[in-house]
């Protein structure tokens, strides 16, 4: 064979830019199957090496590097006695070669791993604390490690985290936190001076449209009409006090961290409210929900 010089290495190498740009753009029909040959014989500088390598024979090799030779329009390898010798085409598609095999690699390894992952969509309602979810989220993991979660807000997906008084007929309801209501009074509130056992408040932000509601009212006493503002929800509430506004009787989880906020217990029985899993029976037919539905039953706080 000649060896590779003057002109016709020039005009090859043109040629071989021409191929690469084909290639880049989809059109070029070699695949990532020539490309791995042409790197094993490019880094082995030896047929019967690459052929080992790539665990097939040296003819099958031959034929597949002469197939990415003819689409280039270019000679990559000149044999030697002893092994081949790369040409300067062979060194401008080494490169890029390398970068093309890693990108089909890690492009078949995503889709590998998204085939292996579980799939579970839950919805979470309005006003559950945003440390409720992250422990939520948590569990769920330690429960399916392969798990590709999709939160959404509201009523939808295989399953939703939501307060108890929140599920529907049909549902079933898998408890997983109990939490009593607390006052939540502005910083430098006057109440936060007081020692009385049940404070007179005058200034009260409740959510008359809010599920919790009725079971508050006894709380509110005669002051009901001297209400401060009215909330859509407890966390709409939680700002209103946080603004100064008045107070109101939020869930623990809500106004823990709530900066501009302390909370204040009362000295005598107050409502609670417990967060879970709400779910239909017919859901349970989905073994990702199923697992993790046996999962937190066995590590949920109450009973």
């Known amino acids: 064979m000649h060896g590779f010089t003057g002109r016709a ?8 830019k021409n191929a690469l740009f084909l290639c880049l753009s989809s059109v ?6 020539h490309l791995k040959a042409f790197l094993a014989v490019f880094e082995e500088r030896n047929i019967t090496a690459a052929a080992q390598r790539l665990c097939i024979s040296q003819p099958t090799l031959s034929v597949t590097i002469k197939q990415l030779e003819d689409e280039l329009g270019a000679q990559l390898f000149l044999r030697q006695p002893r092994g081949v010798e790369v040409s300067e085409q062979a060194r401008v598609l080494y490169p890029q070669a390398r970068r093309m095999v890693a990108e089909a690699e890690s492009l078949s390894r995503l889709f590998r791993q998204d085939e292996s992952r579980l799939a579970l969509e839950l919805g979470v309602e309005g006003d559950i604390a ?10 769920a993991q330690q429960a399916l490690p392969n798990l590709l979660l999709t939160l959404q807000e509201g009523c939808v997906g295989d399953a939703r985290l939501a307060v108890e008084e929140l599920c529907c007929e049909d549902e079933l309801f898998l408890p997983l936190w109990e939490e009593p209501y607390v006052l939540a009074v502005p910083v430098g509130h006057r109440l936060l001076e007081q020692e009385q056992p049940q404070p ?3 200034d009260w932000v409740t959510c008359p ?19 401060a503002g009215h909330a859509g929800s407890l966390k709409q509430a939680l700002n209103m006090v946080a603004a100064g506004l008045g107070v109101a009787m939020l869930p623990l989880s809500l106004v823990q961290g709530r900066e501009g906020v302390e909370s204040r217990a009362l000295h005598l029985p107050a409502p609670s409210r417990r967060i879970g899993l709400c779910y239909a029976v ?8 199923r697992t993790l539905h046996d999962y937190l039953r066995t590590l949920r706080p109450i009973g």
């Not at 070029?28 to 199957?33: E, G, L």
């Not at 945003?130 to 569990?139: E, K, L, P």
């Not at 017919?282 to 929900?289: C, D, H, I």
């Open 28 to 33: 070029f029909p070699m695949d990532v199957r």
């Open 209 to 227: 449209e809010h599920a919790s509601h009725q079971r508050l009212m006894a709380l509110y006493g005669g002051a009901v009409q001297a209400q």
């Open 9 to 16: 290495v020039y005009l090859a190498l043109l040629r071989l």
């Open 200 to 202: 007179r408040v005058e």
């Open 130 to 139: 945003d440390s409720q979810v992250s422990a939520f989220v948590r569990m």
């Open 282 to 289: 017919q859901a349970l037919e989905s073994a990702t929900l």
